[in-house]
């Protein structure tokens, strides 16, 4: 789909979906968010933001029961999921068909990509139990979050104590041996807040190599987590907050052979995860000026088992100081408009230690302009720009321009964002060193553009609303995988990507909440090939449907991978182009407050029992059924 006929098509969806919908009621129940924080270096009302963008809440999870975060992904307009096997396998996302490194992701204010993992964040790993919020901003976001942003951000919060002193536990057991067990203890009041949480996961998995290829061997998976986040407010204009986490991950995995693919063996990993934070917020005058400094570390140690006795070991550090100040004022007289004026500086460390000694350390200091106007109750603009000062690459500046139009009388609202990115080589494409890989310290940045339009459209007496928005994506310089022992190489030419998004938000009845998804996405890279695991189609479908005043809940998800392309290898590594079938998968959740501190639930999951692949030989979680108890106290 070329981009005239993309955005054309786009238009004339927004404007039929305009034609058709009544105006909507001026009392509505909230089927999206109030508040986000992603999308801009501040808080903002989310019917302000131009930049397209999904926000899942800990009731998503919940009626889901989603237990590993990538499982919800899925029905996140613009995302793919691939999945290399069974849960605790390499598990990456693509947003509107960019490179799993090019989505930032952040967990309570920390930047978890991992130095030592092409600055990826692996979501194989991540469970959802502790998990508060996750906010998806799809484009290019560098200009408020610099190089790994060029895709966008998926920012994670989770809980935070409130109230008096309470405890949850939670016992699950099901499917290839599956068992969970988590604790938490929270509370707050005015001043303070604490959440303290324990996880374990464990699963006897199934082969990451495909069964269909004649793979038995199961590949198991263990998880332990454990979170701290805490504050407090010595003064009613000065508070700090603290948060850190740390997950330990051992999982066996299979081999990979050049004319088999993926094949059984003793292959295994072990990975341990550290995140902080701490930072302090003053503000003053009554909150219009607000000033916020802070200091995060991540350090990551991944250790890969080839089954034959080698070991290799990469170790990732990241440390980063950052500065915020935000100025809010009002000109009623002039537009009737609320400003909003933000600074930011970082200073950030990236360093790997790899196998063999290798390795390497990289600095950069970023410095973030970022202005929103809200005028007329219907109009808002934000302009942001950033300038990066890299120790190893040339000086990159990047900006992004969003804008938000509402009119309330036919519950309608028009956005658009166009922003640019750069994404920096990974210091292990820099200096990394394994039995199929070989670093090249002379490779460029990335640079990256996004466009994206749509229109928010509420209907039913603003009981349904209708997302509809179309995107252009172009990236130059992309860094791909050359020749065996792979390097990596900066491609000549850019890469597109084109695609159309609609998402449907409905409240049916007083209990039952319907939603639905539809990503049309094509991409290719310079020479005009298809972007691997990258599917044309994906849709999803939930019906949410609480019943016995809310005791009760039903869940019924479904998900749809359409065909895509994946990359097979011959017994010399000579690549060539294979298709995937696409597939559909059916998961149903159930539970039952018992009393008000005990509940059972339960969950299906692939009910179908479907077969599939997402990458190329490798294999796919089959039909699942599990059971448990939470208690609250």
């Not at 508040?35 to 933001?49: G, H, I, N, Q, R």
């Not at 994670?156 to 499917?175: D, F």
Request: proline share 3%.
């Amino acid at each position: 789909m070329q981009r005239p006929a993309l955005l054309l098509s786009t238009a004339l969806l927004s404007t039929l979906a305009a034609a058709a919908a009544a105006p909507a009621a001026e009392e509505q129940s909230r089927l999206l968010p109030e508040l986000v924080v992603s999308a801009s270096l501040v808080e903002t009302a989310f019917d302000t933001v131009g930049s397209s963008m999904t926000v899942i809440d800990r009731r998503d999870l919940d009626n889901r029961q989603a237990r590993l975060v990538s499982d919800v992904l899925r029905e996140v307009p613009g995302l793919a999921v691939t999945r290399t096997g069974g849960p605790g396998t390499q598990t990456r996302l693509h947003i509107r068909g960019a490179e799993g490194n090019h989505t930032l992701v952040v967990i309570d204010g920390i930047e978890a990509n991992d130095p030592a993992g092409g600055s990826e964040f692996d979501f194989g790993q991540l469970l959802a139990e502790d998990i508060e919020r996750i906010e998806v901003v799809r484009g290019a976001q560098s200009a408020l979050w610099g190089s790994d942003a060029i895709g966008g951000v998926v920012n994670i919060t989770t809980r935070r104590g409130e109230g008096p002193l309470s405890m949850r536990l939670g016992l699950e057991a099901g499917s290839r041996n599956t068992t969970q067990t988590s604790g938490n203890l929270s509370g707050g009041g005015e001043g303070y807040h604490y959440a303290f949480s324990l996880n374990r996961f464990r699963t006897d998995g199934i082969s990451a190599a495909s069964r269909r290829n004649g793979n038995t061997e199961e590949d198991a998976f263990l998880n332990k987590s454990a979170a701290a986040k805490f504050g407090f407010s010595p003064l009613g204009i000065l508070s700090f907050d603290f948060a850190g986490r740390i997950e330990r991950a051992e999982a066996e995995t299979d081999g990979f052979a050049g004319g088999t693919g993926a094949v059984d063996d003793a292959s295994s990993y072990a990975y341990t995860r550290r995140y902080g934070r701490g930072q302090a917020t003053l503000k003053l005058f009554d909150g219009a000026w607000e000033h916020r400094l802070g200091a995060a570390i991540t350090d990551t140690d991944n250790t890969s088992f080839d089954g034959f006795g080698g070991a290799f070991a990469n170790e990732g550090r990241k440390r980063k100081l950052d500065y915020r100040t935000s100025l809010f004022f009002d000109t009623p007289i002039l537009a009737q408009a609320e400003h909003t004026l933000t600074l930011a500086a970082e200073a950030e460390k990236e360093r790997l230690t790899s196998a063999f000694a290798l390795g390497g350390e990289i600095g950069n200091d970023g410095y973030v302009a970022e202005y929103r106007v809200n005028a007329f109750s219907r109009l808002s603009v934000s302009a942001a720009f950033r300038f990066d000062d890299n120790e190893r690459f040339d000086d990159a500046a990047t900006y992004r321009l969003t804008a938000s139009y509402s009119l309330p009388e036919w519950g309608t609202r028009f956005k658009a964002s166009h922003g640019t990115g750069v994404k920096n080589p990974t210091l292990f494409e820099l200096f990394g060193f394994t039995t199929g890989f070989v670093g090249n310290p002379n490779l460029r940045p990335e640079h990256g553009r996004s466009f994206d339009a749509g229109v928010e459209q509420r209907f039913w007496d603003g009981r349904a609303v209708l997302d509809v928005t179309g995107f252009a994506n172009r990236i130059d310089d992309l860094i791909g995988l050359v020749g065996f022992p792979g390097t990596s190489v900066n491609l000549p030419g850019t890469s597109k990507i084109e695609g159309i998004e609609l998402a449907l938000h409905m409240q049916a009845t007083e209990g039952l909440r319907l939603g639905a998804s539809y990503t049309f996405s094509d991409g290719e890279d310079a020479a005009g090939r298809a972007l691997v695991r990258r599917p044309r189609h994906i849709a999803s479908a939930n019906a949410a449907w609480r019943f016995a005043g809310g005791r009760g809940s039903l869940n019924l998800g479904l998900k749809y991978n359409g065909s895509s392309i994946d990359t097979r290898f011959d017994a010399s590594f000579t690549p060539s182009p294979v298709r995937l079938d696409g597939y559909w998968l059916v998961d149903l959740a159930a539970s039952y407050a018992l009393t008000d501190q005990v509940e059972v639930f339960g969950r299906i999951e692939n009910l179908l029992n479907h077969d599939y692949q997402e990458a190329f030989t490798y294999g796919s979680v089959g039909f699942g059924a599990f059971a448990g108890l939470r208690m609250r106290y």
